[in-house]
């Protein structure tokens, strides 16, 4: 089959690779018809490298039809339509059972301190092999897979896969109350559908940030009100302003460690990429090299009690946490992977009704899986008002 490798930094190809297999009873294949491209895949082409081995297949937002399963399967059959969640969760342990689906102990990666594992994302979580591919082996047939129904256009359902619960979680560990403020750092993927799931759940004023004229104009189109970092010196300020001085209720900081902002984090970052892998890994596990230029934007224009919801990732150890204005503003902060099987159950049957966060305009590129290597370019350096992409194998 055809799958997205990894080879290097920046150095991406569609190779001919041999086709996953049923390797045990409760496994099921895949054939995939619409796989998504992530702001986390940026980090994997960027600053994950360390944590990568050539040859590896990306992509962790699949969805297509059941091609064969193992002898175990009862769930789903050949000819089901399903979306696969980017969390390899087993569903039946003590963390799934509270909807910690990505803490899953059965799927941890111990040898590396990490949760879960997930699908196409380095060492740190399992070397599984990922749904940029014509085909995909996905364990736990019978819990894993989430049923969708005939008739709406793949986009409808595919970022049930990561997108839609991610923010999702996002917006609820905002926990903004209706007729609250929320900001939103960041209208990628991510902080774009945050916006759009704040108001659906009535949050009266949804403050949007980023830097990419087409991104600000989308979030404006849907009533967002939007900040543009360029055009502004003291984003605090600016934030506070319409947000009767006070700082808005919550902010989700939907950028994580591309952030731009930070001369010298970006220095180090260069830094650590010309390193040899051995030495880059520990850099970027105990050197501290991350862009938190988000995060502090975050903790300062939050107001006072408030909450910041990080659904950006970030990896690293040592940059330092300014905690006297933590502790001094009683600020909140919750994170983690998302839970995608956690979110379903209130997802799914809004999707099945109708399309009220307007997922089937959301793709701005449809490509076919062979034009992978250049899209990835073109999300990184957001070219060709590339805001989300979704690849269609086999087109
Ligand atoms: N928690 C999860 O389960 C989960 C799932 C998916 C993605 N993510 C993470 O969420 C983040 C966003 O993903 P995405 O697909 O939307 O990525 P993206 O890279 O497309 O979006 C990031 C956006 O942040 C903007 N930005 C950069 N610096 C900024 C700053 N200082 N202030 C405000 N905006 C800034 C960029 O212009 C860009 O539009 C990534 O870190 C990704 O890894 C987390
Ligand atoms: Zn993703
Ligand atoms: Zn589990």
């Known amino acids: 089959m055809k799958a997205l490798v990894w080879h290097g930094k920046r150095d991406v190809r569609v190779d001919d690779v041999p086709d996953p297999t049923i390797q045990e009873p ?34 962790h937002e699949p969805m297509g039809i059941v091609e064969e ?34 803490q899953c102990e059965t799927t941890q990666v111990r040898e590396q301190g990490s949760g879960a594992s997930l699908f196409g994302y380095t060492r740190l979580y399992g070397s599984v092999p990922g749904g940029q591919a014509d085909y995909l082996r996905v364990p736990f047939g019978n819990t894993l897979p989430v049923k969708v129904p005939e008739g709406p256009p793949d986009d409808r359902f595919v970022f049930l896969s990561d997108v839609l619960p991610t923010a999702w979680q996002a917006v609820a560990y905002a926990d903004v109350d209706r007729g609250g403020s929320l900001a939103v750092l960041g209208l990628g993927p991510i902080g774009d559908m945050s916006t759009r799931i704040a108001r659906h759940h009535g949050v009266e004023k949804v403050i949007g940030i980023d830097l990419v004229p087409e991104r600000l104009e989308r979030a404006a189109a849907n009533g967002v009100d939007v900040i543009d970092l360029r ?56 050197g501290g090299v991350d862009r938190l230029n ?9 107001r006072r009690g408030g909450t910041i919801s990080l659904s950006g990732v970030y990896g690293g150890m040592a940059d330092p946490m300014p905690m006297l204005t933590l502790f001094d503003k009683q600020v909140q902060l919750r994170m983690g992977q998302a839970n995608v099987h956690r979110w379903v159950p209130d997802i799914l049957p809004l999707l099945e009704e109708g399309d009220p966060f307007g997922v089937e305009g959301f793709a701005t590129h449809r490509l076919p899986l062979e034009q992978a290597p250049q899209a990835y370019d073109m999300f990184q350096k957001k070219r060709d008002g590339a805001v989300k992409v979704v690849f269609q194998p086999g087109t």
């Open 26 to 59: 409760t496994d099921v294949v895949v054939r995939i018809t619409t796989t998504g491209l992530c702001g986390s895949d940026l980090h994997l082409y960027e600053v994950l490298g360390p944590f990568l081995d050539e040859g590896d297949i990306l992509g």
């Open 69 to 102: 399963v193992g002898s175990g399967v009862t769930e789903v059959k050949p000819g089901d339509r399903v979306v696969i969640p980017f969390n390899v969760s087993c569903g039946t342990c003590a963390m799934c059972g509270t909807g910690l689906h990505s």
């Open 231 to 286: 055009a502004t010196d003291d984003l605090t300020a600016a934030v506070r302003d319409i947000t009767d001085g006070r700082g808005p209720d919550a902010v989700i900081d939907a950028v994580g460690m591309e952030a731009h902002g930070s001369p010298v984090a970006k220095f180090a970052h260069q830094l650590v990429g010309l390193l040899p892998d051995s030495v880059a890994e520990k850099m970027m596990q105990k």
């Open 294 to 302: 988000a995060l502090y934007s975050a903790i300062d224009m939050v």
